[in-house]
């Protein structure tokens, strides 16, 4: 059984940070893209991060690119989400995902086929 385990999310001040971590198990992702997507309340889920098999590629949504960093240890089976300069409208629940089939980052979630249970972030003002 696959699976995908997120940590290291809670409450931060703004301007804080942040850095949450997925661990997979069940199957290895060293070949495929892995990424991060976030859920605020009352709204769609929406993407932030991607990074390709190698972490050679990486891919930000505008409205976290230069604050947060994406970054894998496929030795680990894991990926990182380094979050900086929290801002209180970064505040949701973060999904870890991974893909069977791509290995180049996507910004799709139709692309990812595993999905972690979630971990919520709330920055305050």
């Known amino acids: 059984q696959v699976r995908l385990v997120e940590s290291g999310g809670g409450l931060a001040q703004a301007g804080g940070f942040l850095r949450l971590s997925c661990a997979a198990s069940?199957?290895?992702?060293?070949?495929?893209?892995m990424g991060w997507f976030r859920q605020a309340p009352g709204k769609e889920r929406e993407f932030v991060a991607s990074i390709n098999w190698s972490s050679a590629g990486t891919v930000y949504a505008d409205s976290v690119k230069g604050r947060f960093t994406i970054s894998r240890d496929n030795a680990k089976n894991s990926v990182y989400l380094q979050m900086n300069s929290l801002k209180p409208e970064d505040t949701a629940v973060y999904y870890c995902a991974a893909s069977s089939t791509w290995g180049a980052t996507s910004m799709v979630a139709t692309d990812y086929d595993y999905w972690g249970q979630g971990t919520q972030v709330t920055v305050s003002s």
């Open positions: 069940g199957r290895t992702f060293s070949r495929n893209a």
